[in-house]
């Protein structure tokens, strides 16, 4: 996978949580537009921020790389 297949992964997941952008960005201490630059694969997500978003998506931290379907 690359940044933006997983980029795009994090949003998919993110929006079926029912959880904003702000909110990732707020918990991880990031500005703003930090995580919507990675969802659209304008910018490389660091392996442990990846964690980090998952821990606040409260996920296990490989969902990221598994297929379609496997974070609901």
């Known amino acids: ?3 933006i297949e997983i980029g795009k992964r ?3 997941i ?3 949580h029912g959880i904003t952008s ?3 960005c707020r918990v991880l201490d990031k500005p703003r537009g930090w995580l919507p630059r990675r969802e659209n694969g ?3 997500i660091a392996l442990h921020d990846l964690f980090l978003i998952a821990n606040a998506l409260r996920v296990p931290g490989d969902v990221f790389f598994k297929g379609q379907g496997s974070a609901k």
């Open 42 to 44: 304008k910018a490389s």
């Open 22 to 24: 702000v909110h990732i």
């Open 10 to 12: 994090i949003k998919e």
């Open 14 to 16: 993110r929006l079926n």
């Open 1 to 3: 996978m690359n940044n």
